[in-house]
C-alpha cells in the first residue's frame, strides 16, 4: 500500500527564517509527487509536479526537490502570507487512473 | 478561464439521510476526482470519473456513488449519512492522469 509521510507536523518560522518541508514516500511505480498548498476552509491549490529523481521546480520563494525516498520543498526568507498547510501526494505508475495518495501535511506558520 | 467550482458551500444533514454534492470541472478538463477530508487530515481518495464512467475507487463503501456528465461535470452521493461523513468534500479536475485542480469544497456535517 502506497504510504506518504510528512515532517514535521507544524513548523513555526519567524519572517525571512529560511526551513525545509520534508514528505517521504513509500510507493510501487512511482508516477509522479505533488505539492499542494491549502488555506483554512479551502481547497488545495496546485503548486509542482516532480517525475523523477534528481528534479528541481521553483517558484517565488518555494523550491520542490525529488529524490528516490522523499521530496524536499525549500521556502526561502518567507513571509507571513506564506503561513498555509502544505500537502505532498503522490500518484503510482500502472494504473490508468490518477489517484493521489496525500501525507497528513505540514502547517506552516510564520511570524512577522 | 473558469476553475473548479462546486456546491452547496456547506451543508447540515441528519444521520441517515441522503446527500448530493455537484462540481464543475475546469475548461478543457475532462477527468474528475473526488477527495473527502478530515479535520487535521490530508484529503483520501473516493473516486475518479472519466468518460462518464468511474474509473478507480478508494476505500469507501457503496453507498458513495457519484456520476459524471457530458459536460464533465460531475455529482457525489453520499446515502444513509453516518456522522463520520461529517468532512470537507474536495473535487479534482485533471486532463486524463496529469495535474489535479481543486475546488474550494463543500463542507458537510452530519449531525
Known amino acids: 500500500e502506497d504510504q506518504v509521510t510528512q515532517s514535521p507536523e507544524a513548523l513555526r518560522l519567524q519572517e525571512g527564517e529560511s526551513s525545509s518541508l520534508n514528505c517521504s514516500y513509500t510507493v510501487s511505480g512511482l508516477r509522479g509527487l505533488f505539492w499542494y498548498r491549502q488555506d483554512p476552509g479551502k481547497g488545495p491549490e496546485f503548486l509542482f509536479t516532480?517525475?523523477?529523481a534528481g528534479e528541481e521546480k521553483e517558484k517565488e520563494r518555494l523550491k520542490a526537490t525529488l529524490t528516490k525516498k522523499e521530496s524536499f520543498l525549500h521556502i526561502t526568507a518567507p513571509k507571513p502570507e506564506d503561513s498555509a498547510t502544505y500537502l505532498c501526494?503522490?500518484?503510482?505508475?500502472?494504473?490508468?487512473?490518477?489517484?493521489?495518495?496525500f501525507g497528513q501535511g505540514t502547517i506552516l506558520t510564520v511570524h512577522p | 478561464e473558469t476553475g473548479v467550482t462546486q456546491s452547496p458551500t456547506h451543508l447540515i444533514k441528519t444521520r441517515g439521510q441522503q446527500v448530493t454534492l455537484r462540481c464543475s470541472s475546469q475548461?478543457?478538463?475532462?477527468?474528475v476526482s473526488w477527495y473527502q477530508q478530515a479535520l487535521g487530515q490530508g484529503p483520501q481518495f473516493i473516486f475518479q470519473?472519466?468518460?462518464?464512467?468511474?474509473?478507480g475507487r478508494g476505500n469507501f463503501p457503496p453507498r458513495f456513488s457519484g456520476l459524471q456528465f457530458p459536460n464533465y461535470s460531475s455529482e457525489l452521493n453520499v446515502n444513509a449519512l453516518e456522522l463520520d461523513d461529517s468532512a470537507l468534500y474536495l473535487c479534482?479536475?485533471?486532463?486524463?492522469?496529469?495535474?489535479?485542480?481543486f475546488g474550494p469544497g463543500t463542507r458537510l456535517t452530519v449531525t
Open positions: 501526494a503522490v500518484q503510482t505508475g500502472g494504473t490508468s487512473y490518477g489517484k493521489l495518495t
Open positions: 470519473y472519466y468518460r462518464e464512467e468511474e474509473n
Open positions: 516532480l517525475y523523477s
Open positions: 475548461s478543457g478538463h475532462n477527468t
Open positions: 479534482a479536475s485533471s486532463f486524463l492522469t496529469y495535474e489535479q485542480y
